[in-house]
């Protein structure tokens, strides 16, 4: 497991690691991104598709639960499960069919998913500390470790002890 703790001490901040990850990132891969209401994980997406190209806003699909992105080679689902209500929901949406894509999930509140979730093979823990957020980066898979490992170089300036 190769984990990475960060400081964004601003919006761009956390948009830039958002966009490291982007950078090095595989093309079929789950990613849960954990954190408080406010934390910046819609941020942290926001960074991420831009800088795959997409030029428009970047919302949390909170009524619509998933928003999809065709980025270059790159198939993108943007999740955002705090308004699922069952989990049994995500089979009615054809969620499946998703998660089995040559895609990457970026999913917001995974743990509202129950067990309908594949695991995880990255996970982005957000934190909000005084005005700033930590960012913890944690790969789970070995799909997730060479993610990881590959953005090292990308995320030096963010680094925090
Ligand atoms: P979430 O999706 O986790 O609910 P958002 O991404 O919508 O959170 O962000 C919530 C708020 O936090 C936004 O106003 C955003 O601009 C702000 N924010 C994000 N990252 C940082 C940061 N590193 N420092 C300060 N504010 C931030
Ligand atoms: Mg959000």
């Given amino acids: 497991m190769v984990q990475v703790n960060l400081l964004a001490v601003g919006v761009a901040e956390t948009e830039a690691i958002g966009a490291c990850l982007a950078s090095t990132s595989p093309t079929r891969a789950m990613v849960y991104l954990r954190g408080d209401l406010g934390a910046g994980k819609t941020t942290w997406v926001r960074g991420f598709a831009q800088a795959l190209g997409h030029q428009g806003v970047v919302k949390s699909p909170t009524y619509t639960l998933v928003e999809p992105y065709e980025l270059g080679n790159i198939q993108l689902f943007h ?50 500390t005084g005005a700033h957020r930590q960012v913890f980066l944690s790969s789970l898979t070995s799909i997730g470790e060479r993610w990881l490992t590959a953005a090292q170089a990308c995320l030096t300036t963010f680094l925090s002890e």
């Fill in 79 to 128: 999740f955002d499960l705090y308004r699922l209500h069952d989990p049994q929901e995500l089979e009615y949406m054809g969620a499946r069919d998703l998660f089995g894509a040559q895609a990457v999930c970026l999913i917001e509140w995974p743990e509202r998913g129950g067990g309908e979730l594949p695991d995880a093979d990255l996970v982005v823990q957000l934190r909000v």
